[in-house]
T-cell receptor, first 114, second 110 residues
């Protein structure tokens, strides 16, 4: 039972490089989310999606882009990496509007930008 | 955005002791949830609270949704070594999004 999977687990980027963080869920959840977690801080919402083809900005969207072409996948794109984007990134999903708060998280991607 | 104040920031306890942590906000929430994060892992949902005043248990864990809808607490009874980790409170707003506290680091010593 895979749940929410994320790849890669670790990545080091140079300033200005681009990359895509992958997220896949096999629970047929409509809602998916991307968060970042900085040391000693709670999670901050970057982007979210309520279904295939629908995405919206969260609290900290600058420097990121997302797409949702299928129910299962929700990739996060960093176009021009900056040191401020060094963080741990978590993808999450939830089933329905009534249980949207009960989110299932992936294991995270630890990103360092140098 | 709304800010959740979670306390204490960390706690060192002996095995068998009870643990208590809380979360407060200046704004009301529709839902309060408590998550636990183990090192190198994503958060895992422990308890979800949907009604002001609600008191819910999950094994040795007990959580309450404050009457004012601006606070919640989590208690862990008779702590064991596997209780070590970071506990996050989160509040669900009316747009269906979660706000997270900064976490309480729990260390259990034998």
């Amino acid at each position: 039972n895979a749940g929410v999977t994320q790849t890669p687990k670790f990545r080091i980027l140079k300033i200005g490089q681009s990359m895509t963080l992958q997220c896949t869920q096999d629970m047929n959840h409509n809602y998916m989310y991307w968060y970042r977690q900085d040391p000693g801080m709670g999670l901050k919402l970057i982007y979210y999606s309520v279904g295939a083809g629908i995405t919206d900005k969260g609290e900290v969207p600058n420097g990121y882009n997302v797409s949702r072409s299928t129910t299962e996948d929700f990739p996060l794109r960093l176009e021009l990496a900056a040191p401020s984007q060094t963080s741990v990134y978590f993808c999450a999903s939830s089933a329905t509007r009534t249980t949207t708060y009960e989110q299932y998280f992936g294991p995270g991607t630890r990103l360092t930008v140098t | 955005g709304q800010q959740l104040n979670q306390s204490p920031q960390s706690m060192f306890i002996q095995e068998g002791e009870d643990v208590s942590m809380n979360c407060t906000s200046s704004s009301i929430f529709n839902t309060w949830l408590w998550y636990k994060q183990d090192p190198g892992e994503g958060p895992v949902l422990l308890i979800a609270l949907y009604k002001a005043g609600e008191l819910t248990s999950n094994g040795r864990l007990t959580a309450q949704f404050g009457i004012t809808r601006k606070d919640s607490f989590l208690n862990i009874s008779a702590s064991i070594p596997s209780d070590v980790g970071i506990y996050f409170c989160s509040g669900g707003d009316s747009w269906g999004k979660l706000q997270f506290g900064a976490g309480t680091q729990v260390v259990v010593t034998p």
